[in-house]
């Protein structure tokens, strides 16, 4: 029977996903991979000044502070974070109704950048890299933002919508880049990451 290489290569590490996120844990269980959710609480502030993958990969490494002292040799843990980039401003999670519609009133008919930014973090070293995907949204009515916000509550999404939800079915008209980037996680580089730690190349 042949095995999922990377799982078989990962198999003397303990992978940590430090994420709530059901988008990533989803994908590390289509990545085939035993892992555990830990997760600690962390203040998601960043320096003013930064843009785009500046904020995600600060964030990213950030969230990983609270378990570096906690780490084993064999732990490997992996935190994340996902910007939405529209003209010059980060949109983050709205936290009520008013602020989902300004977010998505301003992603209305233009392009916008969605970064994910993970970081690696095991007792001996830390690497951080991001993915950025161009999304166009056509011209959104009012009704439209009104009615998914009423029913899909996209209160813990960046930029208050997920591609994967009916907003997304009916209102992206272009994406250049990767799709599960724009979901919450850059799997490919992942992957790529993942399997470089476990030969022992990062």
């Known amino acids: 029977m042949i095995e999922n290489p990377l799982?078989?290569?990962?198999?003397?590490?303990?992978?940590?996903?430090?994420?709530?996120?059901p988008r990533r844990k989803q994908?590390?269980?289509a990545l085939g991979l035993d892992f555990e959710i830990r997760l600690k609480p962390v203040e998601e502030n960043y320096p003013q000044g930064f843009k785009a993958e500046e904020i995600s990969n600060y964030l990213a490494i950030l969230k990983a502070s609270p378990f570096e002292a906690d780490l084993k040799k064999t732990d490997l843990l992996v935190t994340s974070d996902t910007v939405v980039w529209c003209k010059g401003e980060s949109l983050a999670k709205a936290s009520n109704p008013?602020?989902?519609?300004?977010?998505l009133t301003k992603l209305s008919g233009a392009w916008h950048q969605v970064i994910?930014?993970?970081?690696?973090?095991t007792s001996s070293f830390q690497k951080v890299l991001f993915d950025s995907t161009d999304v166009?949204?056509?011209?959104?009515?009012l009704s439209e933002i009104e009615f998914y916000i009423q029913e899909?509550?996209?209160?813990?999404?960046?930029?208050?919508?997920?591609?994967?939800?009916?907003?997304?079915?009916?209102?992206?008209?272009?994406?250049?880049?990767?799709?599960?980037?724009?979901?919450?996680?850059?799997t490919h580089l992942v992957y790529k990451m993942l399997m470089d730690i476990a030969i022992g190349k990062n």
């Open 7 to 21: 799982k078989t290569k990962l198999k003397n590490y303990n992978i940590i996903l430090a994420s709530g996120s």
């Open 136 to 141: 166009k949204f056509k011209k959104l009515s």
């Open 152 to 186: 899909f509550k996209p209160y813990d999404k960046a930029g208050a919508y997920g591609i994967q939800e009916w907003l997304g079915a009916i209102g992206i008209e272009e994406i250049k880049g990767s799709y599960n980037n724009v979901v919450g996680l850059p």
């Open 27 to 29: 994908f590390f269980e």
């Open 116 to 121: 994910s930014s993970v970081c690696f973090t």
């Open 98 to 103: 008013e602020e989902a519609i300004t977010m």
